[in-house]
Nanobody
Framework: QVQLVESGGGLVQPGGSLRLSCAAS????????MGWYRQAPGKERELVAT????????NYANTVKGRFTISRIDAKNTVYLQMDSLEPEDTAVYYC???????????????WGQGTQVTVSS
């Protein structure tokens, strides 16, 4: 069994920063692409940023380009989201996503974390 566990959410004032972390644990054999998504109240879940296993391709939503930075440390099976210049519109539950091969399986499966709340408010 594989788990993705997020941390780092919280309450921050507009213009502030937060850093989210997501670690894959359990029967992890290989972690492929990882990403962050978010869902605000009354809205659909949307992509925030993704990063390939080699870190050579990164994709950001237009709404966060220039403010958010996604990165990963493969040795720790961990992906990060550095969020700067936060705006009230960034308030949402942030979910980690990973394409992972677990021990005993010969294919990539998709996993989601439980979500972490980010609230931007004065």
């Amino acid at each position: 069994q594989v788990q993705l566990v997020e941390s780092g959410g919280g309450l921050v004032q507009p213009g502030g920063s937060l850093r989210l972390s997501c670690a894959a644990s359990g029967r992890v054999y290989s972690v492929k692409a990882m990403g962050w998504y978010r869902q605000a109240p009354g809205k659909e879940r949307e992509l925030v940023a993704t990063i390939t296993s080699a870190g050579d391709r990164i994709n950001y939503a237009n709404t966060v380009k220039g403010r958010f930075t996604i990165s990963r440390i493969d040795a720790k099976n961990t992906v990060y989201l550095q969020m700067d210049s936060l705006e009230p519109e960034d308030t949402a539950v942030y979910y980690c996503n990973g394409d992972i091969i677990s021990y005993g399986l010969g294919y990539v499966d998709q996993y989601w974390g439980q979500g972490t709340q980010v609230t931007v408010s004065s």
